[in-house]
Every structure is written in C-alpha cells, then in structure tokens.
C-alpha cells in the first residue's frame, strides 16, 4: 500500500471494531462538525466508512467525495453508506499523495484516525492544501496512545500499549500523532489553526462508554497486534495474556479508563 501500512489489519473484526468506535465516538469528535448544503467535502482515507456516515448524516446536503487507496476498503465503506440509506457520498479510489483533483475542488477537507498511518503525514497534509479554495477549510482527527490512562494501573498493561506503538512506528506510522498536529498543520502550510483535545472518560456510571470504547475499541485494537507482539518476542504470552486482562479490568465495576483525541482545524 502506497505510504501507508494498517498496523491493525484488514479482518471482519477489525471493520467492526471501527463501527464501534465511530458510533460510540460520534457526538465527542463530530458534533462540531457541520458542513453547508452545497459544500463540496472531500473525505481523504475513508477506509471502510466508519466516519463517513456519520459525517454524511452530520451533513445531509454537502456533497462529500470518499477516497481511500483500498478497493477492498471502498467496497466495504460502499455497502454501509447504502446499509445507512445515505446518497451524498460518492466513492473514488485514490491515494491521498497523488489525487487527481483539480486545484480549489473542495470547500473542506476532512481526515479521522487517517495520518496516524502514514510515513510522511506533514507532506500527506501539504499535498492535500491545493484542493482546497482559498479559505476552505481542514479538519484533521487522530488519537494518541500515550495518553491512556486507567484504574487500577498495571505495568503489563502499560507495555501491551507500548507494543502496540512500537509496532505502529516499526510500519511507518506514529500511535502518538495526536500531539503533533498542531506543527503538522502549521507546518503544511494551514492557517489559523486551532486544536481542541477530546477526552475520553470512562468509569463504572457511564456503561455504553465502558462497553463502547474501554472494551470495544481500545481494549480490541490493542489486543488484535498480541500474536505479532508475542511472535516478535516483545512480551511472553503470558505476560501479555496478563496486560490485556488488566486493561478489562479498568472495564470493571470500580475501574476507571481515560484517553484523548486531538481534533485541529485549520484553512489554506
């Protein structure tokens, strides 16, 4: 895959890992989101369109272009935006290095959980800046693992994740991305860029975030890289079947999980 590696993988899985994510995930990154009717979006790296359905039902009446350099991606992100009953989206492949749109095509530009996989991301960013009108604007998603955060700690735990970003930054990518937006943006070349940090906290009175993002989502995604991770001799099975029992324990009753997401908007 051209400049970009998914340290995840591509399993049944791993699609509805991203579903939960993105439902449970809704109203923290995308409330704010809300393109005009006759918006011209393109959403650069929709993979398998988890993301884009909420922005469509976010924005009814723009009219949002996908791409992502996966047909078997596409093809997937297709059936649930047709599942979903959406029209305003139209799907392209591409690579986000080499789209073939002419200069001032889109009026936004929007990228979730996209930059955190790729080998050059500022230049992903800059070659994404010519697409956009003069002050059209970019909003740009990502997580950081080193954020994570839970109750009761646990060093087994603490090293599953940290596993899991070396594994990422082995492949090209970067877990800790989301604290270098703001020099990423600026340094494409975006004005008035501004970043709002989106914390993610779950305890014991808030059950649909337990399920929905401690288990589901961030809990999944750690433990989808265990074979590699073990394989690679990063951690004994054992110790790793004990970090990953840890981070559900922070699921518990008494247990507490906080992570944050950084979300930056800018213009050309």
Same mark, same amino acid.
């Given at each position: 895959?051209?400049?970009?590696?998914?340290?995840?993988?591509?399993?049944?899985?791993?699609?509805?890992?991203?579903?939960?994510?993105?439902?449970?995930?809704?109203?923290?990154?995308?409330?704010?989101?809300?393109?005009?009717?006759?918006?011209?979006?393109?959403?650069?790296?929709?993979?398998?369109?988890?993301?884009?359905?909420?922005?469509?039902?976010?924005?009814?009446?723009?009219?949002?272009?996908?791409?992502?350099?996966?047909?078997?991606?596409?093809?997937?992100?297709?059936?649930?935006?047709?599942?979903?009953?959406?029209?305003?989206?139209?799907?392209?492949?591409?690579?986000?290095?080499?789209?073939?749109?002419?200069?001032?095509?889109?009026?936004?530009?929007?990228?979730?959980?996209?930059?955190?996989?790729?080998?050059?991301?500022?230049?992903?960013?800059?070659?994404?800046?010519?697409?956009?009108?003069?002050?059209?604007?970019?909003?740009?998603?990502?997580?950081?693992?080193?954020?994570?955060?839970?109750?009761?700690?646990?060093?087994?735990?603490?090293?599953?994740?940290?596993?899991?970003?070396?594994?990422?930054?082995?492949?090209?990518?970067?877990?800790?991305?989301?604290?270098?937006?703001?020099?990423?943006?600026?340094?494409?070349?975006?004005?008035?860029?501004?970043?709002?940090?989106?914390?993610?906290?779950?305890?014991? =009175? *808030?059950? /649909?975030?337990? +399920? @929905?993002?401690?288990? &589901?989502?961030?809990? $999944?995604?750690?433990? #989808? %890289?265990?074979?590699?991770?073990?394989?690679?001799?990063?951690? =004994? *099975?054992? /110790?790793?079947? +004990? @970090?990953?029992?840890? &981070?559900?324990?922070? $699921?518990?009753?008494? #247990? %507490?999980?906080?992570?944050?997401?950084?979300?930056?908007?800018?213009?050309?």
């Amino acid at each position: 895959m051209s400049g970009r590696s998914y340290v995840h993988g591509y399993t049944a899985r791993e699609a509805e890992r991203l579903s939960d994510q993105a439902e449970t995930l809704a109203g923290l990154l995308h409330g704010d989101t809300r393109y005009p009717a006759g918006s011209r979006v393109l959403e650069a790296g929709c993979g398998t369109g988890a993301q884009t359905v909420i922005l469509a039902r976010n924005c009814p009446e723009a009219r949002i272009t996908s791409v992502d350099i996966s047909e078997a991606s596409l093809g997937e992100a297709k059936m649930r935006v047709q599942d979903a009953g959406i029209e305003n989206v139209t799907f392209e492949t591409g690579d986000i290095f080499d789209l073939r749109y002419e200069p001032g095509s889109f009026d936004h530009i929007f990228l979730c959980f996209v930059l955190e996989h790729l080998e050059e991301p500022r230049r992903a960013l800059e070659r994404l800046r010519p697409l956009l009108r003069e002050r059209g604007t970019i909003t740009v998603i990502e997580g950081d693992h080193g954020s994570a955060y839970f109750h009761p700690d646990s060093a087994h735990a603490r090293r599953t994740i940290g596993c899991l970003v070396t594994l990422q930054r082995e492949m090209g990518g970067n877990a800790l991305i989301g604290r270098e937006l703001y020099p990423l943006a600026t340094g494409a070349g975006y004005r008035d860029v501004h970043v709002s940090p989106r914390m993610v906290y779950a305890d014991g =009175s *808030r059950p /649909d975030l337990i +399920r @929905g993002f401690t288990r &589901l989502t961030f809990t $999944a995604m750690v433990e #989808g %890289v265990g074979d590699n991770a073990v394989s690679r001799g990063m951690m =004994s *099975r054992e /110790d790793w079947a +004990r @970090g990953i029992a840890d &981070l559900y324990r922070a $699921a518990g009753p008494d #247990g %507490v999980f906080c992570y944050t997401f950084f979300k930056a908007t800018g213009r050309k």
